[in-house]
């Protein structure tokens, strides 16, 4: 049912949307249908005239940035195939596993970690398009500065994740009766710390191609992280794990473990405003204030990734 | 005036786009001719607070460009068609400038895609304004780019060769376009058509190695070349510059070769006139 409404919305925003948008809310209306409408029914070409429309300051106009990210970002391929697979992960596993918890299918990482990969490219994808499509000379003297731009793309990564999130409640709701599991019931944080990784994928991507704007980075970025990962899981120490893995509580017939999921959920939060901030200092302008808060943030990091023992 | 530009300045490593670059504009059209490589999308990109300049002074709406405050005022004010502009191939036309329109900080999503529309209007890609950019033609791109440029009846408008690859339809529909705006605003183009700067421009600047060579209006720029302009059944070896034309004669520029009728000039003549370097760099 999820999965059908979801199709219908898509259809609807990708194809239908655009070309509602497109047309004069006059002629609409006088439309039994969004059928083609021929010249002779459009009104007069519109005259050479001073404009209604005036600017407005940067924090409204970057949430109108924010909200056409997000809806592009929704709309993507990308996010679509996380959802996708978000799902698919799900039924498969509730179908083929005896003992399939919520706990085992979302905290246990596949999820999310999926979603989170896929939405590392969407991120990327989505700040480096004026790269690909060459628009930064056009937009280079637009008075909303680089810096909102990102910051709107990290507002429309908080509504991705809430997405993902939404589906895993879904499946939380749907598919697994907690009460009659032995386990451990999950905390709100535990249910938010796994989204989380959807959010940080995508601000790691944006992040990227805001520091290398180069072809082939996002791969690259990618089996970095891969390398990080094996690295430190090779350490031989388990502790480790409460800064790397994709997901801290795996569900082993004990419950959860005894980390704090509220400082591990803190923690990931900071990383991806970390990420966020580390790609607004990148750009042009004064970098004092972002600096500060950058550090601040480390520290925050630094502390919560430690306060989770 | 509304640009003013004293000794500007612009480097790439050792080769110099812009020397010492001097001229004003004010409301109007006011066209930059020159050759390629003269520095016309330098000192465009200048204008537009793209590029900061090495060196000299501009000012633009009355601010500097050159302080923050006066730059954001600036950009508030400005519309801005770059050469080769890039397009989100995956936006219909319609989402494209309404995205440009986010950009400029323009107001309620109403009043804003009724602005969108009004621009999309103005440049006749009302009927595609649902088509993906992809799919439209090369010259319907370069309207989609002429319409953000137009977005909230900018004060200044710069316009990088705005006609090229325009049928010529379009392009007259854009040269009304253009002079009805320059009638209140101050619209500044780079081409290399010289009719659209003798149909549509009332003042030219003429570009040459960094530096603006002449500046005037289109017909003291057609004067420039009175008296010089011939057409002669050979090609005199002697002419400034000389080349065949499509009814089998050839057009001299410069002395009267033998036998030859006086022409009356056309701002093309007048250009060519004034750029002895490059004619002699054609003649040859």
């Known amino acids: 049912m999820i999965v059908i409404v979801l199709v219908l919305l898509v259809v609807v925003l990708t194809y239908v949307r655009p070309r509602v948008l497109a047309q004069p809310p006059g002629v609409l209306a006088r439309l039994p249908m969004l059928a083609p409408v021929p010249a002779s029914a459009l009104t007069p070409p519109a005259p050479w005239r001073a404009t209604a429309v005036r600017a407005m300051p940067a924090w409204p106009a970057t949430l109108a940035l924010a909200r056409t990210e997000t809806r592009r970002v929704l709309l993507s391929p990308l996010f679509t195939a996380a959802v996708v697979i978000t799902v698919l992960n799900a039924v498969v596993m509730r179908a083929t596993t005896e003992f399939a918890t919520f706990n085992s299918f979302a905290l246990g990482g596949p999820a999310a970690f999926w979603a989170g990969l896929i939405c590392y490219f969407a991120g990327h994808a989505a700040a480096s398009r004026s790269r690909r499509s060459g628009t930064g000379e056009m937009f280079a003297p637009a008075p909303l500065s680089p810096r909102l731009r990102i910051l709107a793309l990290a507002l429309a990564s908080l509504v991705a994740g809430a997405v993902i999130f939404v589906l895993l409640l879904a499946g939380y709701l749907y598919w697994w009766d907690v009460r009659d599991i032995a386990f451990t019931r999950p905390t709100i944080w535990h249910l938010l710390s796994t989204p989380v990784q959807v959010v940080g994928g995508f601000t790691f991507g944006v992040m990227l191609a805001t520091w290398a704007p180069w072809r082939g980075v996002a791969p690259a970025g990618f089996f970095g992280l891969v390398a990080v990962h094996v690295i430190l899981s090779n350490t031989g120490n388990p502790a480790w794990g409460a800064f790397y893995e994709y997901a801290k509580w795996p569900d082993q017939g004990g419950g959860f473990e005894t980390l704090s999921a509220a400082w591990h959920l803190a923690y990931m939060a900071l990383l991806c405003a970390m990420a966020v901030v580390g790609a607004m200092v990148w750009l042009p302008g004064r970098r004092r204030g972002l600096l500060a808060l950058g550090a601040a943030l480390t520290l925050g990091a630094l502390g919560a990734g430690l306060a989770q023992f | 005036m ?56 501009v000012s633009l709406l009355g601010g500097d460009p050159a302080v923050a405050a006066d730059r954001l005022e600036i950009r508030r004010r400005l519309g801005y068609l770059p050469q080769e502009p890039g397009f989100h191939q995956g936006f219909t036309a319609f989402e494209f400038v309404d995205y440009v329109a986010i950009l400029k900080q323009f107001g309620d999503r109403r009043a804003r895609h009724d602005e969108v529309r009004r621009v999309l209007d103005l440049v006749g890609l009302r009927d595609v304004s649902g088509t993906k950019v992809r799919r439209l033609s ?20 710069i316009l990088d060769e705005p006609t090229a690859g325009l049928d010529p339809e379009q392009r007259l529909r854009f040269r009304e376009l253009l002079s009805s705006i320059g009638e209140r605003h101050t619209v500044l183009l780079s081409t290399h058509q010289t009719e659209d700067v003798a149909a549509l421009c009332t003042n030219v600047v003429v570009v040459d190695a960094g530096r603006a060579r002449w500046s005037g209006v289109p017909r003291e720029l057609t004067e420039l070349a009175r008296g010089r302009v011939w057409v002669a059944a050979e090609r005199d070896p002697r002419a400034q510059l000389a080349y065949r034309t499509g009814d089998g004669t050839f057009r001299h520029l410069g002395d009267a070769p033998a036998g030859a009728t006086l022409l009356d000039p056309t701002i093309e003549d007048g250009y060519l006139s004034l750029l002895s370097a490059s004619v002699a760099e054609v003649a040859a």
Not at chain 2, 16 to 44: E, S, W, Y
């Open chain 2, 138 to 157: 090369g010259g319907m791109r370069r309207r989609v780019g002429v319409a953000q440029a137009l977005l909230g009846d900018p004060d200044l408008v």
């Open chain 2, 2 to 57: 509304t640009v003013s530009v004293d000794g500007l300045v612009k480097s790439y490593g050792r080769k110099r786009a812009l020397d010492g670059m001097t001229f004003h504009a004010g409301p109007g059209v006011t066209g930059l001719l020159g050759p390629n490589g003269a520095g016309k999308t330098t000192l465009l990109r200048i204008l537009a607070t793209v590029l900061a300049p090495d060196a000299g002074r």
